[in-house]
């Protein structure tokens, strides 16, 4: 990819709770070292996994109820509100739980309704995790995830034309103007977004979360797997730490900065 081709934010996603409803923004800060605000800022524990709050460490995703093996998640229909940390989850339309997961009563409300309608996921008592500035990543650093949309239509090309909700990928951001797969080459490149620097680190292995329809909950394609028979690999979407703060939203140009001549 060169320089010329830039891209352009049409969706900004975060997803509060590991596992639950991407909520969509219009515009979000970045701040250096930190994914988007409130990304990931909680996990439901699917058995003792050892986290410990007061000194929070990463953990694989194994460790809590996740779309990859719990595709039930998908039918729930969650929102957080940032200012009084309420939790309200609705299913078919009608509120089934909902908690201030900053406090105890809050948080039992919420492991109740996981307790008493997931049991058979269950490897142990689900508990609400917090780790106050800890994201619960798939990967083990603070990251912004990006999906670039002609890969998803190339996938569906793959597919023999089958509809693949962008939202199966659940990215930050989603990008258009960049070529299929042309995102795959720029790790360790440093994307523009206005005042923001974003460092590509990673490019994403994808999982069989994937497979699990956002809207449907039904676990009805193969993606990584036709990932593998036609590229060779499994990767979709990149992951970027952002090392400059700035204000991004939805229609903002992504430019791939030129290194600095010396």
Not at 34 to 53: C, H, K, M, T, V
Not at 91 to 116: C, H, M, N, P, W
Not at 170 to 176: D, F, H, I, S
Not at 203 to 230: F, G, M, Q, W, Y
Request: glycine fraction near 8%; charge should be neutral.
């Amino acid at each position: 990819m060169t320089a010329s081709h830039t891209a352009e934010i049409t969706g900004l996603y975060r997803y509060p709770i590991k596992g639950l409803t991407p909520e969509p923004l219009r515009r979000a800060p970045l701040r250096s070292g930190q994914p988007l605000p409130a990304d990931r800022r909680y996990a439901i524990e699917n058995g003792p996994s050892g986290f410990d709050p007061e000194q929070p460490q990463w953990k694989p995703k194994i460790q809590f109820l996740m779309l990859a093996r719990n595709e039930r998640l998908a039918a729930l229909d969650s929102h957080f509100d940032d200012a009084t940390n309420l939790l309200t989850i609705r299913k078919d339309g009608q509120i089934v739980a909902s908690g201030d997961l900053e406090t105890a009563a809050g948080r039992t409300a919420i492991e109740r309704y996981f307790a008493e309608n997931f049991q058979p996921e269950l490897k142990g008592p689900p508990k609400v995790l917090s780790g106050r500035d800890h994201s619960f990543s798939d990967v083990a650093r603070k990251v912004v995830s990006i999906i670039n949309l002609n890969s998803v239509r190339a996938i569906e090309t793959m597919l023999g034309g089958a509809a693949v909700h962008p939202l199966r990928f659940r990215a930050n951001l989603y990008v258009k103007g960049w070529p299929a797969w042309s995102e795959l080459d720029l790790v360790d490149q440093t994307l523009a977004i206005g005042q923001a620097r974003l460092k590509v680190v990673k490019r994403i292995v994808r999982c069989p979360a994937t497979n699990v329809d956002p809207v449907t909950a039904k676990r009805d394609l193969e993606i990584p797997p036709t990932l593998s028979r036609h590229l060779g690999h499994m990767d979709c979407g990149i992951y970027a730490e952002v090392i400059a703060d700035g204000e991004i939203g939805v229609g903002d140009a992504v430019a791939l900065e030129e290194p600095k001549l010396v």
